[in-house]
């Protein structure tokens, strides 16, 4: 049995071990894309790549086979370097949205694609429940927002956008127009008390998330009536007042405390409420400004002073956000303002540092030209853009068709693997720079449309996993690389489809499919 | 399924092919009889149906699946893979630009826009509209110090230029030249009755003095001496390495004085002959008088009839030239007719083989033992200190005795005849000359590893090379040098040959066995070392052709006798292709330690035209430019690498200060970004990206951090890697960074020193001009209006750099100014 020691850990493993497999045991975790157990290592992806210190060199420890007394360097500076040199020169070859450019655009970061699925399969709970994991105040923000996701939408420059907007709405009018409304399950008391000053936008979505961390929350209005600008900034017209009342009513009844009428004016009243509670958070809008002085907090240009990644102010457990800090801003970064700092002051109750949830990282297509629209374009449905029947035919049978062939413009930007990506997951890990060896030049293209299995070879690595199980069976066409070096893809002999390829094995060859390179077509049958 | 675009810009096209092709398919079950039908036929099968069909129709490789054990995704894969394979009919006749280092800086790029213009290819396109020419350019057709060189279909020409393009493509209509070779090669040489009393006429024949115009003169020197009865054999002989002086011819008289003729046009060959042989028989003495008589009568007054002067090489440039070299795998070079066993023999052909089966056969009889005979064989090679010619200079020994030492039924042997670095050829010179010598070198090795079974594999640009080995394994076995029972001993040894198909990377040991086992040439992480576990898995020696040609020698005069030529480390000979801005290109063979001052200065003359000695590449896309200030580096594996070089596989270009520097980096990345087989992301994405870069350099629109970017990179590739392609792919960058970063930044302010990279320079006509109209004349895209008396003007938008006008310019009134 050779010993092999890797960062100094030592461990006796079998003749015809791997330095991954040493690894495996030792618990380091290396990180792989084009290896699979039970298959040859085709030595491709070189992000396993380690340190042999004896020699200095790097080596795939993927398919090394472990002599001994070999000294391994796996978590070096070195080594994740050469890693992360190996995973930005794959993305400079990858053609893709990791996540749509909509999820870019919304300040709530909704996952607007998943909403859209949801709904074109008429699952309103669903669809609900994907909204408000980022947004409270749906049904509100539905008729005033400004929209910033539609602008960013891809298909608005091919014909329109998706009515995101409208589609919200609609999921939102549905919920709160049913027997039994969407309520969030809320975490057991957590035992910590937050103060909220100001019942607006902010405010309120800040109470309906702290709310399901457990942690008690006393909604502080200086006014009669909750909500803040909403009330009085729209026109009643665009915002029904029922519709207003109808979804704070929603956050009030996960058990927050109110308290109307209740202005927070003084040094005294400040610091009571600072004394009697674990928190303090500050969402009184742009009228904050003027209280600065009797809380003796700094102020910046356009409102009260905070850290900008973690909305707190120089007094730890007083947070501040919204249009307190921002001064005048959309409803929609009001919104999602309150949920940030929810998230900010939750770690902070629990004892974590305090850090403002991290830009998730992405690959980005960035423009598309016009063929690869028509590539977008043909996985969509191509029905024009509509406006949805009024609220009050919403029982009618074509408003369902609607929603689903209105949803189903959807370009599916993002990538179906999103989250399950490895070369997405170990990008973040390694704090590889998309960019670094300039923007994107390979086009955008998905083959296989009308069968079930799409390939996209933009987002192929070439790892030869889907290669090598479709070789397993003898009754499917088989794949192959076609070409060689820097235009290397993965083809089928013949001008076969990639169903006709893979055969049976075609969700084994999927599964391995280390990027979102191989998906069976969300849209067939 | 949408496949077509796709499928079209990778060169195949299904949907073409099935259409296009009304193929018979009935050749396609005699390629497959012939070939096998095991996985291992498939890249032979391709080649017989593409060398039939001149492309692969669909039709034909599906037929190939049905018939054989080749599955569907194999033949895609295969065939996609190596250049040589075509998916789209091609014209009649195909016009192959050679790209290789020394034609790339005479000119190539200028040579392949002429013939696309001469053929009015619009871009993208690589057959002219009646599908007579297509045009595909080569990584190098080894015809170094003919450069700037086109192949077309099997005829070769040097020495081009952008005016003489038009001529050669017409001129083409001719009979091609390399079929005439290849009867030259299996005719029976004309000898005459009595071998010991005559003379001898030789003629160079390798595929560079083919293309030089030797094979006339040949068949002119057989017709001369058959009319008029000379008393000389008339014989081929291999690349005599003096390629500046082609076509070359020596006449050796029965007592054995010899002369030397440089140059040789067909018209001097009667005078040659008269001059040193008598006509036999009164007739024909009488025709030759007559006919000399009525030469003197009609003209030639101008002095050609005057006598040709033979060379000496004793004194002069051919002893200059040759001087310092020393001869060993080219041993017997320009004396020996290639494909002569029995001349091979006279030459102490196969005494080492010899020497090598007896103390084998004595093992059966208890003196010694055969186990004894293979160690034996391996000491002598260590004593010689031989390491590996093809490159990295591992010792030949240690491999030699890792195989031997591993125990198993079967171990093979292979030459690795793919030589690929452009710039290099003098291991397709060896194939060609000395085929014996490489058979011999290959039974030796087998012999000391224990391997009955070998392959030559020889990369499919070298037809003659393919040709001679074949013949002369066919010769060795007729003779019981290879077969069953060598020699009458009960050893057997079967060496066959397999031609590669257009992959530089199959210079690579893992991917040349991958290649021979029917796969794509991709390489696979070592160890284990194919010593251990190679061809089919087997324990498999590996070496190089020149690396071979040498074993015969050092086992006829012993290692120490080696050992005695050469530095601490690097013992020997070695051969190096000698081209690029020299005066005296050629084949050289020099002791290691003799320095790259003297093989530029001594050897080659000097940089011509006079212009200044700048730096020579050594070692191809994995090697470096050594600056002419470190020219007194000695040619030793250590030594070049301190420099930033490496030895290679022997091409030495020289580059002068019309060279740039940026240009040449460039130009290597390409190469090998162009021939990485694509399988891990350092290669198949960083060279990428180190291209792009460069070609942002040579455009003038990189920025300060792009250097930055490119340095970092050339690290991470060569480090990060899988195998040496990769690894050493940095190196012409890196090293040019070193010695001539001042070009690069040059650049980056928008100015090519050199007056090379077309982006950055401009054509200028000063007031020397005449207003002769030349140049408006002769520019191909009528960039230069004509205005007969009167200063020229290049318009500068039109102007491709072409640099015709400052070449036919007579006043040398064009220069090239800074854009």
Known sequence: MPTISIDDQTIDVPEDSTVLDAANRLGIEIPTLCFLKGYLPSTSCQVCLVRERESGKLMPSCATKVTDGMQIDSETPEVHAARRTALELLLSDHVGDCLAPCFFACPAHMDIPLMLRQLSKENLHGAIETIKKDIAIPAILGRICTKPCEKGCRRSSADDPVSVCELKRYAADQDLDAEQVYAPECAADSGKRVAIIGAGPTGLSAAYYLRQRGHACRLIEATKQLGGRLRH??????????????????????????????????????????????????????????????????????????????YQTERANVFAAGSAVRGKCLFVRSAADGKEVAQCIDQYLSGKSVAAPAKPFTSRLGRVATDEMKQFLAGAVSVPVQILTKQEEYSSDQVSDQVSDQSNRCLSCGCVAHGNCRLENYSARYGADPNRFGSRQGNYEVLGRGGNVLFEPGKCIKCELCIQIAAESRESLGLSFVGRGFDVRVGVPFGGSYDEAMGELAEKCIAACPTGALYFDPKAE | MNETTSESRNGTCDDLASTQCDVDLAFVESAVTQNGRGVEAVIPILQAIQTEYRYLPDAALRRVCELTQIAPSTIKGVSTFYTQFRHRPMGKHAIQVCRGTACHVKGADLIEEAIALHLGLKPGEDTDGRGQFTIEPVACLGCCTLAPVVQIDEATYGRLTPQSVPATVRGFARQSAEQKTARRDLRNRNRSANAVSVGEIRVGLGSCCVAQGSGHVFDKVQDVVSSIGAAADVKRVGCVG?????????????????????HVQAEQVEQIVLQNFQPSGLGARMRTSWSKWVAGLYGRENGADALVEAVSPQEGPVCEFLGPQKRIATESCGDIDPLDLDEYRRHDGFVALKQCLNDLSRGATGETTGE????????????????????????SAIKWRTVRGVTAETKYVICNGDEGDPGAFMDRMILESFPYRVIEGMAIAAIAAGAHQGYFYIRAEYPLAVQRIRHAIAECEAAGLLGDSI???????????????????????????????????TPRLRPPFPA???????????NNVETLSLVPWILRHGGDAFAKFGTETSKGTKVFALAGKIQRGGLIEVPMGVTIRQIVDQIGGGVPNGRRFKAVQIGGPSGGCVPASLADTPVDYEALRDVGAIMGSGGMVVLDDSDCMVDIARYFLRFTQDQSCGKCTYCRVGTKRMLEILERICKGQAKKKDLVLLEELCHSVSSGSLCGLGKTAPNPVLSTLQYFRDEYEAHINGHCPAGKCKDLIAYHINDSCIGCTLCAQHCPVDAIPAVPYSQHVVDVDRCTACDTCRVVCPENAVEVVRR
């Open chain 1, 233 to 310: 900034e729209p026109d009643p017209e665009s915002l029904p007042r029922e519709t207003l009342d109808a979804e704070i009513q929603q956050i009030v009844r996960l058990d927050v405390d109110v308290q109307t009428e209740t202005p927070v004016d003084s040094r005294e009243a400040f610091e009571n409420l600072a004394e009697s509670h674990d928190v303090v958070l500050i969402a009184a809008g742009a009228d904050a400004m003027n209280l600065a002085d009797e809380w003796s907090l700094k102020t910046s240009r356009r409102g009260l002073e905070i850290a900008r990644e973690t």
């Open chain 2, 487 to 521: 020699l009458g001993t009960d050893y057997s040894l079967h060496f066959s040959v397999k031609e590669g198909a257009g992959a530089f990377i199959c210079g690579e040991e893992t991917a040349l066995i991958h290649s021979i086992e029917g796969g794509r040439g």
């Open chain 2, 372 to 395: 004894i005979t293979g160690e034996a064989i391996i000491d002598e090679i260590e004593k010689s200190g031989l390491r590996g010619r093809g490159g990295a200079g591992f010792p």
């Open chain 2, 242 to 262: 003096m390629c500046h002086q082609t076509p070359l011819l020596e006449t050796v008289q029965s007592d054995g004085t010899s002369r030397l003729y440089c």
């Open chain 2, 532 to 542: 251990e576990s190679g061809l089919w898995e087997k324990p498999t020696l590996i």
